[in-house]
């Protein structure tokens, strides 16, 4: 009976253990990750910021997502949980506790001679109704890509785009690469 007892009254404590006010927010080490100039069709390294509870009580998370949704060119990883589809649920920060973000780019390949902003924003539902986010952006540069190439006749490149070369850029003696 006493075990019962002691049961029900940790049950009942779970809740109260959890903040549903909007005065209670969350804290983020960047309210921008900002990528700098990326190459087109290739993923970025990983970036990484926390989200910080900084109160008593725990905050529930229902819902982070990513304003465009799956067709955001962004991946996301929140404390071990992927952004499949572009969101994820059902997440909770302990009271004076973190979560973790990972993030990479992929940018979509275009036709455009000069970088174009990607953007978009991760956005933190928290069960006290507050929206939080942070700014996700970079700057998508297409590129000509070579690869394995020999150069056996005098050559000239254009400079309207940067060149991405792998693996060899061969220069046959005698020929001019301008």
Same mark, same amino acid.
């Given at each position: 009976? @006493?075990? $019962?007892?002691?049961?029900?009254? !940790?049950?009942?404590? =779970?809740?109260?253990?959890?903040?549903?006010?909007?005065?209670?927010?969350?804290?983020?080490? %960047?309210?921008? $990750?900002?990528?700098?100039?990326?190459?087109?069709?290739?993923?970025?390294?990983?970036?990484?910021?926390? !989200?910080?509870?900084?109160? =008593? %009580? &725990?905050?529930?998370?229902? #819902? $982070?997502?990513?304003? #465009?949704?799956? =067709?955001?060119?962004?991946? !996301?990883? !929140?404390?071990? &949980?992927?952004l499949e589809g572009g969101e994820v649920q059902g997440l909770e920060i302990g009271g004076g506790d973190s979560l973790r973000v990972f993030l990479f780019l992929n940018a979509p390949e275009g036709d455009d001679d000069q970088p174009r902003l990607i953007a978009d924003k991760l956005c933190f539902h928290t069960e006290g109704g507050r929206r939080q986010e942070v700014v @996700? =952006?970079?700057?998508?540069?297409?590129?000509?890509? @070579?690869?394995? @190439?020999?150069?056996?006749?005098?050559?000239?490149?254009?400079?309207?785009?940067?060149?991405?070369?792998?693996?060899?850029?061969?220069? %046959?003696?005698?020929?001019?690469?301008?």
């Amino acid at each position: 009976m @006493l075990w $019962v007892t002691l049961l029900l009254l !940790v049950g009942c404590m =779970e809740d109260e253990d959890y903040s549903v006010s909007p005065h209670d927010v969350l804290a983020f080490s %960047k309210d921008t $990750v900002a990528f700098d100039t990326v190459m087109t069709g290739m993923a970025t390294n990983t970036y990484t910021f926390q !989200v910080y509870n900084h109160g =008593e %009580k &725990s905050i529930r998370i229902p #819902k $982070v997502y990513l304003e #465009k949704g799956a =067709e955001s060119p962004f991946y !996301v990883n !929140v404390d071990g &949980s992927f952004l499949e589809g572009g969101e994820v649920q059902g997440l909770e920060i302990g009271g004076g506790d973190s979560l973790r973000v990972f993030l990479f780019l992929n940018a979509p390949e275009g036709d455009d001679d000069q970088p174009r902003l990607i953007a978009d924003k991760l956005c933190f539902h928290t069960e006290g109704g507050r929206r939080q986010e942070v700014v @996700l =952006e970079a700057y998508g540069q297409d590129v000509i890509r @070579l690869e394995m @190439l020999t150069i056996d006749k005098d050559t000239l490149l254009s400079a309207k785009r940067p060149y991405h070369i792998t693996d060899t850029l061969l220069v %046959k003696s005698g020929v001019t690469l301008t």
